[in-house]
């Protein structure tokens, strides 16, 4: 199994920077990159609902669950 981080795809398409997210959300560029790059080994529901808060989608369009072959 597989998660798939789109965060870069939502930035994208509500044209927010990773400067602008990070500093509105509470959390260091730095960090919000390896978010964006699936770097993590988890997520805060707490950040993970500031960022749906901010750029208004669910956690649906930011994660995706994909079966590895």
Same mark, same amino acid.
């Given at each position: 199994?597989? =998660? #798939? /981080? ?6 994208? /398409? &509500?044209?927010?920077?990773?400067? !602008?997210?990070?500093?509105? #959300?509470? #959390?260091? !560029? ?6 964006? &790059?699936?770097? /993590?080994?988890? /997520? &805060? ?5 500031? =960022?749906?808060? +901010? ?6 369009? =930011?994660? !995706? +669950? &994909? !079966?590895?072959?």
């Amino acid at each position: 199994m597989e =998660i #798939i /981080v789109n965060l870069d795809v939502m930035m994208a /398409v &509500r044209k927010v920077s990773s400067k !602008e997210l990070a500093k509105a #959300i509470g #959390i260091t !560029e730095a960090n919000l990159s390896l978010l964006k &790059r699936g770097k /993590v080994k988890g /997520v &805060r529901f707490e950040t993970l609902a500031s =960022i749906c808060g +901010y750029l208004k989608c669910q956690p649906g369009d =930011i994660l !995706e +669950y &994909r !079966e590895v072959e």
